[in-house]
C-alpha cells in the first residue's frame, strides 16, 4: 500500500503540473517508489501506468521486488527507445525528468528521438515527496536510530588515549559486523585535537593524546534508512576553554531542538542557533549549516540553513548539528537525528549518552 500511495502522490503532481509522464533516474527515488534497488534502471511515470526499464541482469529480481509497476527489459535496445516505446504506448507528449541525474548526452539524444514531444527538465520532484516521511519510514528511522546510538556508545567507550583516529574506526567497523549493524552511508569521521577544527576531516593514523578532544561522526542504516549523530568527548581533565565551548555548542542545539514543530521556518532554526553561538562571540567559527533532512540518504531536504525557504511539517526528519572550529585548536560538534511530530519534535538518537568530557 505504501508504494501505491506514493506513486499516487507523484501522478498528482503530473496531472497539476500537467505532465504526461516523468522519468526518474535516480536510485534512492527509484526503490522509494517501487521497492526496487533502481541500480542501473529507469522509471517511466504516467497515470496510466508505470514501467520500470532495466537490463537482463536485473530482469529476475526486479520483476520480483518492484510494486505497481511493470518491469521492461532492453535487450539489444538502448535505454532511450525503450522510453519512446513507452511515451508512444501511454500517448504521452508532455514529459518531465530529473534534470539532475540524465548526463547531456542523454539529454540530446533522447529530446532528437522524441521529436515533437516537450522533454521538461525538473528538479527535487520526488525528493520533495521523500520529506514527509509515512508510518514505515518512521519506524525504520526510529531503529537506525537506536542502532546508531549503540554505535556511537561502543565508539565513546574505546576512545582511548595512545590509539590512532584510524584504530578507533576500526573498532567501530569491526563492532558493527560482529553485532549485525550496518554502518550509514558516509564515512565514520573520528577527528582528535586539531584536526576536529576541520567538519569533515577524515581519520588519520594521528594518536589520541590526553587532555584534546575527539570529535566522532557516524551513523547506521536499518532497511535503507539512515541516522546521523555526532558527539564530542574530551579526554582527562576538562579545560576551561573546552567545557565553554562546550557549553555554548550544547545549550545553542538544545534552543533549537525546542524550537522545533510544525509551521516553523527551517532558517529561524538555523538562526536562533547560530545567534547563541555569536552572542558569545564565535559566530565566525560555526562554519556550516545547521542540519538537513535525513532518510533514505544521508543528506536530504530540507536543509536547515539561512538560505532554506521550507516550513517545517509533521514527519520530517533532520538533523539539528551546530558546531564551533577553532583553527589550530580544534572543534566541537554535537548532533542528533529529531523527528517532526505534531506539536514539536522527538529527539530519536537520544540513546546516545552526551559527554562534554572523560577520564
Not at 509497476?69 to 516505446?85: F, G, H, M, N, P
Not at 540553513?305 to 511539517?313: A, D, P, V, Y
Request: glycine fraction near 8%; charged fraction near 25%; hydrophobic fraction near 35%.
Amino acid at each position: 500500500m505504501k508504494y501505491n500511495n506514493r506513486q499516487k502522490r507523484l501522478v498528482k503532481f503530473l496531472i497539476n503540473k500537467p505532465l504526461d509522464a516523468f522519468l526518474v533516474r535516480k536510485k534512492e527515488n527509484i526503490s522509494y517508489l517501487t521497492g526496487a534497488r533502481g541500480e542501473d534502471s529507469l522509471l517511466f511515470v504516467s497515470p496510466g501506468k508505470n514501467i520500470l526499464i532495466t537490463d537482463s541482469r536485473y530482469e529476475e529480481e526486479y520483476k520480483k521486488s518492484a510494486i505497481k509497476c511493470s518491469v521492461r527489459i532492453t535487450k539489444a535496445k538502448d535505454l532511450s527507445q525503450v522510453i519512446i516505446e513507452a511515451c508512444a504506448e501511454t500517448n504521452s507528449r508532455s514529459i518531465g525528468f530529473e534534470a539532475d541525474h540524465f548526463t547531456y548526452q542523454g539529454y540530446l539524444k533522447l529530446k532528437k528521438l522524441l521529436g515533437n514531444r516537450k522533454l521538461i527538465p525538473l528538479t527535487a520532484v520526488v525528493e520533495n515527496i521523500r520529506m514527509i516521511k509515512d508510518d514505515s519510514e518512521i519506524r525504520d528511522i526510529r531503529q537506525a536510530c537506536k542502532d546508531g546510538a549503540r554505535l556511537m556508545n561502543y565508539a565513546v567507550k574505546i576512545t582511548k588515549q595512545g590509539k590512532s583516529e584510524n584504530s578507533v574506526r576500526r573498532g567501530i567497523e569491526t563492532y558493527a559486523l560482529k553485532n549485525n549493524l550496518e554502518p550509514a552511508g558516509f564515512d565514520i569521521i573520528v577527528a582528535s585535537g586539531k584536526n576536529s577544527s576541520m567538519p569533515h576531516a577524515a581519520p588519520s593514523d594521528r594518536v589520541i593524546n590526553r587532555h584534546e578532544m575527539v570529535i566522532i561522526d557516524l551513523g547506521a542504516i536499518y532497511s535503507g534508512y539512515n541516522s546521523d549523530l555526532t558527539r564530542t568527548i574530551f579526554l582527562g581533565k576538562i579545560s576551561h576553554k573546552y567545557l565553554h565551548i562546550y557549553t555554548a555548542v550544547l545549550a545553542s542545539q538544545s534552543i533549537a531542538i525546542e524550537s522545533l514543530k510544525p509551521g516553523v521556518y527551517a532558517k529561524d532554526i538555523d538562526a536562533v542557533s547560530r545567534q547563541y553561538i555569536s552572542d558569545r562571540g564565535m559566530g565566525s567559527f560555526f562554519l556550516h549549516s545547521l542540519g538537513h533532512g535525513i532518510g533514505r540518504e544521508t543528506h536530504e531536504i530540507p536543509a536547515i540553513s539561512q538560505n532554506s525557504k521550507i516550513r517545517l511539517e509533521k514527519g520530517m526528519v533532520i538533523t539539528v548539528e551546530p558546531g564551533i572550529y577553532i583553527p589550530g585548536w580544534g572543534g566541537i560538534r554535537i548532533e542528533d537525528t529529531v523527528l517532526i511530530t505534531k506539536n514539536g519534535c522527538e529527539v530519536l538518537t537520544k540513546g546516545a549518552v552526551k559527554y562534554a568530557g572523560r577520564n
